[in-house]
């Protein structure tokens, strides 16, 4: 498989401004990081298992700085992070088996069902959400989870989650914050912040597993110049956003993963 050079390709001029167009349209739409760095890295000549891995380091980052600000404002529910990130570590040693055994072709037709499916799943969320405030289930944000009976559906949120990251590249989020709605009975605000806390060690465990498999996998400069790109202009992409109307967002939201599932799906045809 062909490697790419970061001295060569990736420069921190030309990942820097990739990363801030990633994070404008990743606050605007409400997408996850990982959708769009997959892609992007494909697109500069990242082979298809470089995409996955060096996609991981940029959502490492966006998921700390979220978690921070969760953390300061003392709405992060620990016992539901760590309930989701322990299952989680035994499935994403499974995503990167397979992702490293998987021929680039199929890993990247894969990826592209992945975000046609990720059209359906945030627009649960979206829906979700709107279903949260009518509800008025504010009182319910500081509840912590019941661990009676809803730890083995916890846990098997986090298994779910943790096959997507070490395959796709890809935190999580995008199934665990509608599940935990749905099965946990969580707001979604709850839901979004315990995520970020989640695919901090998630994203942090896949990477070393693609290290341990082969360190040339996984450019961990690139990724962070994304990353750094894309906490910038993600702030600018939530500002933006009310200003412009639901249908329009949610147009060029099925729009763009359209776009890209279609590039993906053709990238891999002409290998």
Request: glycine letters at 10%; aromatic letters at 8%; proline letters at 4%.
């Amino acid at each position: 498989m062909t490697q790419v050079s970061v001295s060569s390709i990736f420069s921190v001029l030309y990942l820097f401004p990739i990363g801030i167009v990633v994070g404008i349209i990743s606050g605007l739409l409400g997408i996850g990081g990982g959708l769009l760095y997959v892609p992007a890295l494909a697109a500069v000549g990242a082979s298809p298992i470089q995409s996955v891995a060096t996609s991981l380091v940029a959502i490492t980052l966006g998921a700390i700085s979220g978690t921070i600000q969760n953390w300061q404002m003392k709405s992060l529910q620990l016992e539901t992070v760590f309930l989701l990130t322990f299952p989680a570590m035994l499935t994403t040693e499974i995503g990167v088996s397979i992702a490293s055994v998987l021929p680039s072709k199929w890993l990247l037709l894969s990826f592209s069902a992945l975000q046609i499916t990720a059209i359906w799943l945030i627009n649960l969320k979206n829906k979700l959400q709107k279903d949260d405030k009518k509800a008025n289930l504010i009182e319910l944000s500081q509840s912590p989870v019941n661990l009676k009976t809803p730890i083995f559906k916890t846990q098997g949120i986090g298994l779910i989650a943790g096959a997507l990251s070490g395959l796709f590249g890809v935190g999580g989020g995008i199934v665990m914050v509608p599940l935990q709605v749905l099965l946990l009975k969580m707001p979604i605000k709850q839901s979004v912040q315990t995520s970020y806390g989640a695919i901090i060690l998630i994203s942090l465990w896949a990477v070393s597993r693609y290290v341990i498999a082969d360190s040339t996998n996984v450019l961990i400069v690139p990724g962070l110049m994304l990353g750094v790109g894309s906490l910038l202009g993600a702030n600018y992409g939530a500002r933006l956003l009310p200003k412009l109307s639901d249908n329009l967002v949610r147009y060029l939201f099925t729009c763009l993963l359209v776009i890209l599932a279609g590039y993906m799906w053709l990238k891999a045809l002409r290998m």
